[in-house]
């Protein structure tokens, strides 16, 4: 049993004069009262020989009582074969207790074991915010109800707009074609309509009155709306030109010689119905022109 004994104080000898030549690290708090949950500063200061190694607590050390929020280390500074080394540790409690303390290690690195030292421990003392509590506690009720602002749900609308312009997309990628043609000929439809209302207007205007205005009025409008069916500038072309136009269209050239005489001529007294029968067969040019122009827009889905 004595020799046991010797052996172990043998072993620990070693390691109790390693220790005795550590210095103790220093660690302070930047101030001595700190509230509830208020972000605190803890100095932790190292000097030992330059041969030694020495590493600070890093963040998964145990901070109890208190909570880490950041820390900073600093470079190492030797000076006559002194280093020193030193971090700054924000930290925060929510404990209760009027003082508390705080004792963090240095670890010293050997070639085969690691030996923790710890600084004093520092202390902090809680400032209490309220002295004294009544039992029961008083609960104060609040019936009214708080104004919020209201705000626009922004996120929502765009997804509602981006979900309806890819709807849109989508149904004029697949029926856009068809949407186009439809319009065309309800513009056709439309237009001829509007003409053959006017033009009608103009020529019973004349059968009542026959006055050589309503004959030039129902000439240009039948010019100007050949013009926007044709797409061409008929309403500037001269009776030669419209008649080359049609490709010498018999009807065309005879309707429009016998307005044009009526017109210039003054000898619509003497031929109104011959008149007539001119402005009917330029309706009936209109109409004729309308169906092939609303042919070729039915054909041209036929060819997609």
């Not at 901070?63 to 280093?83: C, H, M, N, Q, W």
């Not at 039948?222 to 500038?233: F, Q, V």
């Amino acid at each position: 049993m004595r020799n046991l004994i010797l052996f172990t104080l043998l072993c620990l000898y070693p390691s109790a004069l390693w220790a005795q030549q550590i210095a103790l690290p220093s660690g302070t708090f930047n101030r001595d009262t700190v509230k509830l949950g208020e972000p605190l500063k803890y100095l932790l200061v190292h000097r030992h020989p330059d041969t030694q190694e020495v590493v600070l607590p890093s963040g998964k050390n145990n901070f109890a009582p208190f909570e880490l929020v950041s820390r900073d280390f600093y470079p190492t500074k030797t000076k006559g074969g002194i280093s020193t080394d030193s971090a700054v540790y924000t930290l925060r409690t929510f404990e209760t207790q009027a003082v508390q303390q705080l004792s963090l290690p240095v670890y010293v690195l050997r070639q085969s074991d690691t030996l923790q030292v710890f600084a004093p421990s520092a202390r902090v003392h809680l400032q209490q915010l309220v002295q004294q509590v009544e039992e029961p506690l008083p609960v104060k009720s609040e019936t009214e109800l708080a104004p919020v602002e209201e705000r626009f749900n922004w996120p929502y609308v765009l997804l509602w707009v981006v979900a309806v312009i890819t709807f849109l997309s989508l149904v004029w990628l697949l029926f856009g074609q068809a949407i186009r043609r439809k319009y065309k000929l309800y513009r056709l439809r439309k237009d001829h309509l509007y003409f053959a209302s006017r033009y009608g207007s103009h020529v019973d205007r004349f059968v009542k009155s026959g006055a050589t205005g309503s004959i030039e009025k129902a000439v240009s409008l039948w010019k100007n709306y050949l013009t926007k069916l044709e797409r061409s500038a008929i309403n500037s072309f001269t009776t030669k030109e419209i008649v080359e136009f049609y490709e010498n269209d018999e009807e065309v050239n005879t309707a429009l010689r016998i307005c044009d005489k009526a017109i210039y001529g003054n000898m619509q007294t003497e031929s109104e119905g011959e008149t007539n029968l001119a402005l009917g067969m330029l309706r009936r040019f209109a109409k004729v022109r309308y169906k092939t122009r609303r042919e070729q827009i039915n054909n041209a889905k036929n060819r997609q």
